[in-house]
């Protein structure tokens, strides 16, 4: 992703909180923005584990 198009999602992101919205708020947006991308990323990528292998790992009834 270019630095422009990061720049145009950053001021869409901003458009988007209400006037009344915290730091904490555009920080806690920008977090789970980034979080949902990585994770996209890592799909894409095969570098994911399917959930039966997880809840054998864990112990966890299928």
Known sequence: MDAQSIK???HRLLDSLPDSATWEDLIYRIYV???IEAGIKDSDDGRTVDVK????RFGLPA
Do not use: L, M, Y
Not at 53 to 56: C, T, W
């Open 53 to 56: 292998e997880v809840r054998k």
């Open 8 to 10: 145009e999602q950053a």
């Open 33 to 35: 923005r980034q979080a």
